[in-house]
């Protein structure tokens, strides 16, 4: 059963759907291209985008790998997916789904890569997404989490005014914050690399002893 949060959610970025792929969300496209640039992409990998939006970041990985894998997106939003699904009319290998982060569907051990850029701030059970990401990641498959981080005073004032105007808003995380969401659910820090202030990139991997 869908709750008052994800409804806040679903309706924000319905709404948002209508215009996401114009020109003034290039920004947002460019961070997703250099967060992708992190990641050690091959040919025949099984990906995953949580909260892929109108589809970019899938779209392009799919094309970087020479269209070659099993590509996939979801969303919380119908708006988002029916736009991401129309983008990639043509390709069987990319589907895209409407899907809750908590409840992702697909089974244990299938994706070599996920990714999840600026969305992570919106989950209200991060512990539950992150335990979704390790059971369906593959053994030393690996998680990119781009997003703003609140690794200082500035940031963490910034992340109390959004809680209180934005109702979608959950949390901006600490680097500190995600090292300890990985590691209680059996994932190891590889690294957390600026990619801009305030953004940066969380990459984690599938540790043998959790699998």
Not at 72 to 78: A, C, L, T
Request: hydrophobic share 35%.
């Amino acid at each position: 059963m869908i709750n008052e949060h994800d409804k806040i959610n679903e309706s924000k970025w319905d709404r948002r759907s209508q215009t996401y792929d114009n020109k003034r969300f290039d920004y947002m496209r460019l961070m997703q291209k250099i967060a992708i640039s992190q990641m050690e992409l091959t040919e025949n990998i099984n990906l995953l985008d949580i909260g892929c939006g109108t589809g970019w970041a899938v779209i392009y990985i799919a094309r970087t790998v020479n269209w070659k894998g099993n590509f996939f997106g979801i969303d919380i939003s119908d708006g988002m997916i029916e736009k991401a699904i129309n983008n990639s009319k043509g390709f069987d290998n990319i589907n895209f789904q409407k899907v809750n982060a908590e409840q992702i569907p697909f089974q244990d051990n299938f994706f070599d890569k996920i990714i999840c850029t600026n969305s992570f701030h919106h989950y209200p059970n991060p512990d539950k997404v992150m335990s979704e990401i390790n059971r369906v990641l593959k053994l030393t498959g690996r998680i990119y989490i781009l997003d703003v981080t609140s690794d200082d005073f500035f940031i963490k004032w910034v992340n109390k005014k959004v809680q209180n105007k934005e109702p979608a808003h959950v949390s901006f995380h600490s680097s500190f914050e995600y090292k300890e969401l990985f590691l209680k659910n059996g994932l190891r820090l590889i690294k957390s690399k600026r990619i801009t202030y305030p953004l940066k990139i969380h990459i984690a991997e599938k540790q043998k002893n959790f699998a």
